[in-house]
């Protein structure tokens, strides 16, 4: 069962804010991604111990599957809004996880038990409102996801009588840009 914490940490030259879930540094507010964030909430929580990956995206993402390159590209994201290319603070322990290894003190951090959003009908996904129930009164989470299956318009004609790796060069130049758009919205690709 995880416990959402309100308060704040600091670390470095860094505060977490768990109230406004924002991060902000020396230079004022760094952007970062909801799944970034609680990447490095979940890192700060846990700081000086080895997280192995398994860990880490079951605690980010519960119940979804998910590739490792969803997990290491809110590693990387994190990186960069720290300025730690050199991996100074959160280092990658090869083949056993990451490891928050600076120094985290927390500041009024209560621990508040989990909550879900409870949808009422249909109309709520016109109006985004939702009332907050604890966990203990209901027996199951629901959530709504958007599935979104692409296909390139005749890509199987225009590829059927070339060479398999003149092909993949084609894909090569629209699968990023197609996985740029999942991304964008922490969208997993299956």
Not at 7 to 32: I, K
Not at 43 to 51: D, N, T
Not at 144 to 159: A, D, F, M
Request: charged share 30%; glycine share 4%; with cysteine.
């Amino acid at each position: 069962m995880t416990m959402m914490a309100l308060g704040s940490l600091r670390f470095a030259s860094f505060t977490l804010d768990l109230d406004r879930l924002s991060l902000s540094g020396p230079s004022g507010l760094v952007e970062l991604r909801p799944k970034s964030f609680d990447v490095l909430r979940h890192l700060l929580h846990h700081a000086g111990r080895v997280i192995d990956k398994e860990e880490m995206i079951q605690a980010v993402w519960p119940g979804v599957t998910v590739t490792d390159e969803s997990l290491t590209r809110c590693i990387s994201e994190v990186r960069r809004a720290l300025g730690d290319e050199s991996q100074r603070i959160i280092k990658t322990i090869p083949k056993r996880g990451y490891l928050f290894d600076t120094p985290v003190s927390a500041r009024d951090v209560t621990v508040l038990p989990p909550a879900v959003k409870v949808v009422r009908s249909a109309d709520h996904l016109r109006e985004p409102e939702a009332e907050m129930v604890d966990r203990d009164v209901v027996s199951h989470d629901r959530e709504y996801v958007t599935v979104l299956c692409t296909e390139l318009k005749e890509s199987l004609e225009r590829i059927a009588r070339r060479d398999p790796e003149e092909a993949l060069k084609i894909f090569k130049v629209v699968l990023p840009l197609m996985m740029q758009a999942f991304h964008q919205y922490d969208g997993t690709i299956n």
